[in-house]
């Protein structure tokens, strides 16, 4: 469950891929975080993310959590984007007969799903085959 303060504090991040680089050591984060978990540094630069990469791994659900429940079956993968972030993210636009690892996807913002009566809608990355 997802709270609306969440929610609209990491919308930078969600819309533009932006992800904290620890200036001591080069851990990227993503979403960013205030204490790089290698080194403890504190201080970080804000780097924007590809996003484009290939799939290391992916399922296919057949049996959501019941706010999927209208997507099902739908397919989730992990994304190693470009410069060797992992995302998750789901996989669109295609037969599951076409997902493979190692396939190239492009990561774009999609309207993942609307939340409670109050009708937010929720914003998630997701991945499309581009071969
Ligand atoms: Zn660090």
Redesign the pocket.
């Known amino acids: 469950m997802i709270t609306p303060q969440r929610y609209w504090r990491e919308i930078p991040q969600r819309y533009r891929l932006e992800a904290g680089k ?1 200036r ?4 990227v984060a993503f979403p960013p975080r205030l204490i ?1 978990p ?4 504190r201080e970080f630069e804000t780097i924007k993310l590809k996003d484009e990469g290939k799939i290391v791994s992916y399922t296919i659900i057949r049996v959501p959590p019941e706010q999927f429940s209208d997507q099902a079956p739908y397919a989730i993968g992990i994304i190693e984007l470009d410069n060797e972030v992992k995302i998750l993210a789901q996989i669109v636009d295609c037969n599951f007969d076409d997902i493979a690892i190692g396939k190239r996807v492009k990561i774009e913002l999609r309207k993942i799903r609307t939340e409670g009566e109050e009708g937010i809608i929720c914003y998630g990355y997701k991945g499309v085959l581009i071969e």
């Open positions: 620890c001591r050591c080069g851990y790089c290698r080194c403890k540094n």
